[in-house]
């Protein structure tokens, strides 16, 4: 049975980048897509600090982008599951 997370990826990253613990946030992606058997090294990871919407209770909010190294396109379920909110 797989381990539930209460917490999605994208709200530990915000919560990292909060802590001033960003340093570690590229290793927690290439973990998160180490799980998905994904090959981290396949991926460039970006993080866009952005204005957290109103009401959600948080100042900023980090979203996560990937690139492919060898140029194809990121499949879109990837993308979306990585900036997943809750």
Do not use: K
Not at 63 to 80: N, T
């Amino acid at each position: 049975m797989a381990r539930l997370d209460p917490y999605t990826l994208q709200m530990q990253i915000t919560r990292m980048f909060e802590q001033g613990q960003s340093f570690f946030a590229t290793t927690r992606v290439q973990d998160w897509l180490r799980e998905r058997n994904e090959d981290p090294a396949d991926y460039d990871i970006l993080f866009h600090q952005q204005p957290a919407p109103p009401g959600s209770g948080l100042v900023m909010v980090v979203e996560i982008e990937l690139r492919r190294r060898d140029g194809q396109p990121v499949d879109a379920w990837l993308q979306e599951e990585v900036n997943r909110h809750g």
